[in-house]
């Protein structure tokens, strides 16, 4: 498993760049990792979207679909494909530093 560092901590991730320990994640982590996953400006739309991805996820142990998550963020799959070109449900985990969610390629 390879190291990156964010925020000056080294947290290990797996080959497509996820958290294998996703209590190593602190917020001010998250411009580094959207920007290596080409995001940048990072808006507070996004933010909203990370916050709640990683609120699902501890509340339910995994990372919504893109579906739930359009239902349950009040942010609209249209504009989370606007947000997150490649993937929004992968990418906003990914940022989130929680594991890829299922169903995700």
Partial sequence: MPNVT?????VSVNDEGFFTDPGQWREDMTPEIAREADIDPLTEQHLRVVKHVRHEYEEKGS???V???????????KELYELFPKGPAKLAARIAGI?????CI
């Fill in 99 to 103: 594991p890829k969610p299922r169903g």
């Fill in 63 to 65: 990372g919504p679909t």
């Fill in 6 to 10: 964010y925020a000056g901590t080294q």
């Fill in 67 to 77: 579906r739930a998550l359009g239902k349950s963020s009040g942010v609209s799959v």
